[in-house]
């Protein structure tokens, strides 16, 4: 059985996972919009949202991903990088690992902000707590 879930994935800057700190994924929008293109059946718009489903696999998700612009990346002048993605639906820890892996991030770096209460955890204990490992 699948859970069904709504949330944020964010990337840790480092510090506490007690609250939403404002670090940026590695990789811009366009870059992690590319890697998602990549994945079969999955449905990608320019404005960033995306639907991805498999009827007899029983998943389905939709997202969204929203980038700003960050001043001084390794050196260079301000640019976009991917601020986080928003997820809505069910999955299995396979299609889970499909998106983390297009987000370009190790797991140990993203949060999970569940909503609509905000709470903000591990995305791997998030995953561990839906019964997706």
Known sequence: MLNEFHLQIRCSSGQTVDSVDRGVFQHS???????????????????GSFFWRNQEKGFQVWGMLYDRIVDN??????????????????????????????????????????????????????????DCV
């Open 73 to 130: 990346v390794n050196g260079q002048q301000p640019a976009s990088r991917l601020e986080y993605c928003e997820l809505q639906g069910k999955l299995s820890r396979v299609e889970w690992q499909s998106i983390i892996d297009c987000l370009g991030e190790p797991i140990a770096r993203l949060l999970a902000v569940e909503l609509p209460q905000m709470k903000v955890s591990a995305l791997e204990d998030f995953l561990t707590r839906l």
């Open 29 to 47: 929008f366009e870059e992690i919009r590319e890697a998602l293109l990549a994945v079969p059946n999955l449905y990608f718009e320019e404005d």
